[in-house]
């Protein structure tokens, strides 16, 4: 019975250091992501409508967050409390059923955060 692991086999055919700390990459640094809080003021956010593939019923979209998912969906909560309509969160973008751009662009600054309607 061969008792050769199967990691030095394919060490061994495509050439591989045979310690395992040298063979691991290097880790990639992460891209910082700030608390949603702290974005405040500091990038500027995009709020636009959208009306394609959603059943001819409009969206509002607010991109631009750099914040992780968790800090995102408290921030779209308090906006939708506030605004008294649905949507959700993720992926840096915040979706709010219907046609809210002007009051999402109110409501976004008094957050303080800078926000454009494009």
């Known amino acids: 019975m061969n008792t050769t ?3 030095e086999a394919l060490g061994k055919a495509f050439n591989l250091p045979d310690n395992e700390e040298q063979a691991t990459p290097e880790e990639e640094p992460q ?13 500027r956010l995009d709020i636009v409508l959208e009306r394609k593939g959603r059943g001819g019923k409009q969206a509002t ?4 967050f750099t914040c ?12 939708k409390r506030t605004l008294g309509v ?6 840096g973008e915040i979706l709010i059923q219907g ?3 002007q009051r999402v662009l109110d ?3 008094s957050m303080g955060f800078k926000a ?3």
């Open 5 to 7: 692991d199967w990691k």
């Open 31 to 43: 891209p910082d992501r700030e608390d949603a809080v702290q974005q405040q003021g500091k990038t």
């Open 61 to 64: 979209i607010v991109t631009g």
């Open 68 to 79: 992780d998912d968790e800090a995102l969906k408290q921030e779209a909560s308090q906006l």
């Open 86 to 91: 649905g949507g959700s969160a993720r992926g």
């Open 99 to 101: 046609d809210f751009r």
């Open 107 to 109: 409501v976004l600054t």
């Open 116 to 118: 454009r309607i494009i």
